[in-house]
Every structure is written in structure tokens, then in C-alpha cells.
């Protein structure tokens, strides 16, 4: 990638990339728009000030995305709860059969450095300024989230895990989960400093330990 004198990188002249670039021309425009929206705001950003951004013309940009609420979306998808499951690739999956407090604690741990970086935190900040925390998009991506933990508990509630009359499923998930989303939006955003992040990613494993424990059977032993 060119650089300025700086060393920062250099915006590319508008017009269409090179085949090269094309593959990243779109998260680059995701990438902008996420800073911008959380300067300006959703409303108060451009499409062409977006496409400038990275240096590229309005119709490149439409190439990619039919209107700004795509590219909200795009953002949505790209950096809120549904994109967590990337943090997925870094847990052990068979803990969720043999130790779901153990599966529990690695899970958040992995989420909760995925919403450390700056444009996970950036998000946050911007649907809470912009007045969007009710958008379509992220009430999809929240009920994804919702849907796999409710699923998880359900699984464990039928293997004996969890005494029953603990449930049902969503109940749980709601329990385990809220806390966790407002640590994330109360303390996981852009303006936030190293010491709040760490006191609020020590105050969500807190309440996976005490959750784990109030709620598994033996504190994770199968009957």
C-alpha cells in the first residue's frame, strides 16, 4: 500500500481500483463508513463524502452498495453481534459437551476481544449517538446472537446440565446474555479508555463465573 510522507496510508484518486484491489474496495468503504457515520453521524454522512474517503468515485461505491442504508447494514453485519461468531474460530467447541461453564467463559472471552477493537467500539458509538440502536439491522444481528445462546442452553438443559426447572432456554439466555450487552454498550466504545475496558471485561467474566455457578448442576458436573 502507498504511504504518505507520514507513513500513514495514502488515499487512492478517485475512479474505479485496480483488479488487485477490487476484492477490498468494499470493506475499505465499510471500513469508512464506520468512521465517518460515528463522526457525522448516519445522517450527516454523505455517500459521496464515504467514497472519498478512500479515495473512489460515487459509482464505484454504487457498485457495491445500492443506497447509505446498505452500507449501514454492511457495517451492521460487519462489526456488530452477528460478526462476533468470528471470535467462534478461537474457542473450544467440544468444552460445550464435557464443561459448559469452561465453554462459557472462553466464548465471552473470545467476544469480548472482538468487541475490543476500534471499530467494534466505534459501532457502539455510533448507534448510540445516531439514534439507531433500534434499526432493523441490528435487531437481526441481536436476535442471531440471542437465537444461538438460547440454543445453547436448551442443549444443556436437555442433557441434564442444568436442573430444569431453571428454564426455559430463553429465559436463561436472556439472564446470561443482558448484562453482557450492556457492559458492551455502556463500556466498549470508542471513547472509552484502557481502564474502563478492562474493568468492564473483568466485571462480564465475573458474571459468567457467578452465572456458571448458580445455574450448572455440581458447577458443570453432569449428573
Known amino acids: 500500500m502507498n504511504r504518505t510522507d507520514d507513513g500513514a496510508p495514502a488515499r487512492r484518486r478517485p475512479g474505479r481500483p485496480r483488479k488487485a ?3 477490498n474496495t468494499k470493506e475499505e468503504l465499510t ?30 461505491l ?20 452477528q460478526d462476533s461468531a468470528r471470535a467462534l474460530d478461537g474457542v473450544d467447541h467440544e468444552l460445550a459437551d464435557t464443561d459448559p461453564p469452561q465453554f462459557l467463559t472462553q ?22 449517538r445516531a439514534g439507531l440502536l433500534h434499526s432493523e439491522s441490528l435487531r437481526a444481528a441481536l436476535t442471531g446472537t440471542s437465537d444461538y445462546a438460547t440454543t445453547l442452553f436448551s442443549t444443556w438443559l436437555g442433557d441434564g446440565w442444568i436442573p430444569e426447572h431453571l ?4 429465559r436463561l439466555a436472556y439472564s446470561f446474555t443482558g448484562p453482557i450487552g450492556l457492559a458492551r454498550v455502556l ?6 479508555d484502557s481502564a474502563e475496558r478492562a474493568q468492564a471485561r473483568s466485571d462480564v467474566l465475573r458474571h459468567v463465573e457467578l452465572f456458571a455457578a448458580a445455574v450448572f448442576r455440581d458447577h458443570g458436573e453432569r449428573p
Open 21 to 23: 484491489q477490487a476484492g
Open 31 to 60: 471500513r469508512a463508513a464506520v468512521r465517518l457515520f460515528s463522526r457525522y453521524g448516519f445522517e450527516g454522512t454523505s455517500i459521496r463524502a464515504i467514497a472519498r474517503e478512500v479515495g473512489l468515485s460515487e459509482s464505484v
Open 62 to 81: 454504487y457498485a457495491h452498495f445500492e443506497n447509505k442504508r446498505a452500507i449501514f447494514d454492511a457495517v451492521i453485519a460487519r462489526y456488530g453481534p
Open 107 to 128: 466464548l465471552v472471552g473470545a467476544f469480548l476481544d472482538d468487541w475490543d477493537r476500534d471499530e467494534a467500539r466505534t459501532l457502539i458509538s455510533l448507534v448510540t
Open 167 to 170: 428454564g426455559p432456554a430463553d
Open 187 to 192: 463500556h466498549l466504545h470508542a471513547d472509552a
